[in-house]
């Protein structure tokens, strides 16, 4: 049995995806470093399923989500396996907690990813403080709190649209569950559910830093209390805090990272692209053929990251036509990636971790974003952020090989590329401070250690 006695013990709840596992592991560990015994519970088949890299002392332990064999691709449909999960989820987390109860380290707070809104009711059955942690921007997270409260109606039949906080927004700018009506239901009313029970939340945290969206935050304060705890940044690319921190520490997938570092040493500070679509993404066989021919037809060098599922959908002898020219592999550490001199553009399709890593880590971008909050986070990198473009859609809606090439060129060579470059530089400067001793993030942990370790 364990014996060492720590200032309190959180359970982290991620969704289990992981772009909602990497920010509330990284969280986590900020909390370990505080004193604090942090579990991470993963679904039983993401657990079997993760390579595991971390040293810190993080624990690690299991729910199970009903599809213990194959997670999310066994379930029929995304709403069965949301029922599935509520159901069997409630009842295995409740589980965890009880096993812990009578340690020397009982849980005394749940951390839930809003995706999960059942965790609530399960810490609050056991009288345990309740945190919801957005693991998407406040802008984001704001509009879809306007629309399940009903502040914004829907469909939307008029643009502009004006949400206190935000930019003036067009319908393209919206979260696609919004812009493209009836796109993906069961996930678009996961996103509205966030706000089902996050008012009965002891305490909210969101994976953001005041600077980067002052006006929304303050906007969103009105109504919840918000405590910014971003950039989730493993420490050694921001404040070097944290011994060994230098990486998130789960991977779904093995990296080819010898091969991918031996090469981009050999090229030229910053003459390589980097284009990388995330975990999820699944591009049709049109644009990823326009992608790939986008590459080839540019004078950089390109680094690729293409899922063995997505292979297939490459130019035949694509591969082997680049030469040295580009280098596609199955899967890469993107944070190595995107702290490589070499690297001097990141084509990205906007997801949240890898807009805010780029922003961190000083990469201008050219955003390609394909759903969900993508496409906001593509307004604010190319208005707001100013550090990057956002390739514009065709009729057909395929971004073209000759768009991407063109705002490709924009951030490598043209005029605007200079204040892109000087724009990052600040946003880099900026994430490193939130995440320095007596910064934003170190406040804003304390506070919220101090709400269920006095209570």
């Not at 971390?54 to 194959?70: N, P």
């Not at 304060?221 to 921190?245: A, H, M, Q, W």
């Not at 949240?352 to 759903?371: C, K, R, Y």
Request: negative net charge.
């Amino acid at each position: 049995m364990e014996n060492k006695a720590y200032r309190g013990h959180v359970l982290a709840l991620p969704y289990p995806s992981q772009g909602h596992i990497n920010p509330l592991l990284q969280f986590s560990k900020r909390l370990v470093s505080k004193g604090l015994k942090a579990t991470l519970a993963t679904t039983l088949y993401i657990h079997n399923t993760m390579q595991s890299q971390s040293s810190s002392s993080l624990q690690f332990d299991t729910i199970s989500d009903g599809y213990d064999e194959g997670g999310f691709a066994q379930a029929e449909s995304i709403h069965a396996y949301l029922n599935r999960m509520e159901t069997i989820g409630s009842k295995t987390l409740a589980d965890l907690i009880i096993k812990n109860k009578n340690t020397a380290n009982p849980i005394d707070c749940i951390i839930y990813d809003p995706f999960l809104p059942w965790a609530l009711e399960v810490a609050k059955k056991f009288g345990i403080f309740g945190a919801a942690f957005f693991t998407q921007t406040c802008a984001v997270n704001f509009i879809y709190y306007h629309v399940h409260y009903g502040l914004l109606k829907l469909p939307i039949t008029s643009t502009p649209i004006s949400i206190p906080g935000l930019p003036v927004l067009d319908l393209e700018d919206m979260p696609s569950f919004i812009g493209v009506p009836g796109s993906y239901p069961a996930y678009f009313e996961m996103a509205l559910n966030q706000f089902s029970s996050s008012d009965k939340a002891d305490v909210v945290l969101v994976n953001t830093f005041y600077e980067l969206e002052p006006e929304v935050v303050d906007s969103m304060s009105k109504v919840c209390r918000l405590l910014r705890i971003g950039p989730t940044i493993p420490s050694f690319y921001l404040d070097k805090r944290l011994e060994n921190d230098n990486d998130y520490g789960l991977n779904l997938f093995i990296s080819n990272s010898p091969i991918c570092n031996n090469w981009l040493n050999t090229k030229p500070e910053g003459s390589v692209i980097y284009a990388s679509f995330g975990s999820m993404a699944s591009l049709s066989n049109k644009q990823m053929e326009e992608l790939a021919f986008s590459l080839k037809g540019s004078k950089f060098h390109f680094l690729c990251v293409v899922k063995a599922s997505e292979e297939a959908k490459l130019p035949e002898k694509f591969v082997e036509e680049i030469g040295n020219k580009g280098l596609v592999v199955q899967w890469y550490s993107q944070l190595e990636v995107l702290s490589n001199k070499a690297i001097g553009c990141f084509l990205t399709y906007c997801g949240w971790n890898s807009t805010l890593e780029a922003l961190s880590l000083e990469v201008p971008m050219v955003g390609v974003p394909q759903w969900t909050d993508q496409t906001t986070n593509a307004k604010y990198v190319q208005d707001v952020w100013n550090v990057g473009v956002r390739a514009k859609v065709c009729e057909n809606d395929i971004v073209e090989r000759e768009e991407i090439e063109f705002c490709i060129k924009e951030v490598m060579e043209g005029e605007r590329g200079k204040y892109f470059i000087e724009n990052a530089k600040k946003w880099r400067d900026l994430a490193i401070k939130a995440g320095s001793e007596a910064g934003s993030l170190d406040k804003y942990i304390d506070e919220f250690v101090s709400k269920f370790i006095n209570s």
